[in-house]
């Protein structure tokens, strides 16, 4: 079965800086999906940015990019120009190509606090 | 833009009652799911459903859990009797299907209690 690790429990980063948070996963599949999605205290699940394995080239969306490491089954993100926005749960989460439907599997996740 | 939408947003109930949580997903959406995230835990999938089944349940979604399409807007998750430790937050999500390329949607969670 595929697990998602995510080792930093809290993060801090100062307003405009850049952080980067980890994720490693395990799987012997060679073509998944990987996501970062963030959880503001809203509660709502929101998807920040995907990466498809067999794209070698690292997803980004505006500030957030990923640095994806196929061979070190690592996924990191990175959140340049960081707002008070930003502030809140990320969780990394794969899912496998088997099945029609989106049964990923999340990390416990990494609290983001962004100090003005 | 078009959301999930959960209700209640909070619910306690008492152990061994029954509980009914709903969702309404978003409407061209065709695959229907629910995740549960005990306090402090990660998110966890139970179960998705497409084409008025089950497609797809993890091993916590056993005989006490069921879900339903009443009609043709409502999604539910039914706990037909409730433990302690099926206290968590659930989440409701919806997609379009596909292999990875939708993502998925989801609502702003219910909060069960269960006391």
């Known amino acids: 079965a595929q697990t998602v690790t995510q080792s930093q429990p809290e993060m801090s980063v100062q307003e405009a800086e850049t952080v980067t948070l980890s994720c490693t996963y395990d799987?012997?599949?060679?073509?998944?999906?990987l996501f970062w999605y963030k959880q503001p205290p809203s509660r709502q699940m929101i998807l920040v940015i995907r990466?498809?394995?067999?794209?070698?080239q690292n997803a980004t969306e505006n500030r957030f990019s990923v640095n994806f490491q196929k061979a070190a089954k690592s996924f990191s993100l990175k959140i340049s120009d960081s707002q008070l926005g930003d502030a809140a749960m990320y969780f990394c989460a794969y899912r496998s190509p088997q099945g029609g439907s989106e049964k990923l599997v999340f990390g416990k996740g990494t609290k983001l606090t962004v100090n003005p | 833009e078009p959301e999930v939408t959960q209700t209640p947003s909070h619910q306690v109930t008492q152990m061994g009652q029954e509980v009914i949580l709903r969702c309404v997903p978003i409407s061209n959406h065709l695959y229907f799911y629910w995740y549960r995230q005990i306090l402090g835990q990660k998110v966890e999938f139970l179960v998705s459903f497409y084409n008025n089944e089950i497609s797809e349940k993890s091993e916590i979604f056993d005989d006490q859990f069921s879900v339903e399409r009443p009609d043709g807007s409502n999604f539910t998750l039914k706990i037909r009797s409730t433990k302690l430790e099926d206290s968590a937050m659930y989440f409701c999500a919806s997609n379009l299907g596909g292999l990875g390329d939708s993502p998925l949607h989801f609502g702003n969670g219910t909060r069960l209690t269960v006391t």
């Open positions: 799987t012997s599949e060679s073509d998944y999906y």
């Open positions: 990466q498809e394995a067999y794209k070698q």
